[in-house]
Nanobody, 125 residues
Framework: QVQLVESGGGLVQAGGSLRLSCAASGRTISSYAMGWFRQAPGKEREFVAG????????YHADSVKGRFTISRDNAKNTVYLQMNSLKPEDTAVYYCAFPLEPYSSGMSARDFGSWGQGTQVTVSS
């Protein structure tokens, strides 16, 4: 069973940057797509970004496109989310997600079976 630990969240002013990390253990991620989701208070969890198992293809929600970038380092068994030009509406708990099947391409929440504990990102105006 895979364990996911997110880090890198915090409090930042609007326009600032943060880099989230998701360290996986218990399973090698190299054959798996990985995803980042977020959940703001009173809202449903939403997709933020995903990367396929090869790292060739990345996917970003329209709300973060051009500002956030997902990447992976399979040698470190880690996935990253670089967040630039942060806005107050980016405030949420950010979750790393591991899919149910290897080599899958699905990026909806139902395609992922393991989740980290989340890391809080707060953007002040």
């Amino acid at each position: 069973q895979v364990q996911l630990v997110e880090s890198g969240g915090g409090l930042v002013q609007a326009g600032g940057s943060l880099r989230l990390s998701c360290a996986a253990s218990g399973r090698t991620i190299s054959s798996y797509a990985m995803g980042w989701f977020r959940q703001a208070p009173g809202k449903e969890r939403e997709f933020v970004a995903g990367i396929d198992w090869s790292g060739t293809n990345t996917y970003h929600a329209d709300s973060v496109k051009g500002r956030f970038t997902i990447s992976r380092d399979n040698a470190k068994n880690t996935v990253y989310l670089q967040m630039n030009s942060l806005k107050p509406e980016d405030t949420a708990v950010y979750y790393c997600a591991f899919p149910l099947e290897p080599y899958s391409s699905g990026m909806s929440a139902r395609d992922f079976g393991s989740w980290g504990q989340g890391t809080q990102v707060t953007v002040s105006s």
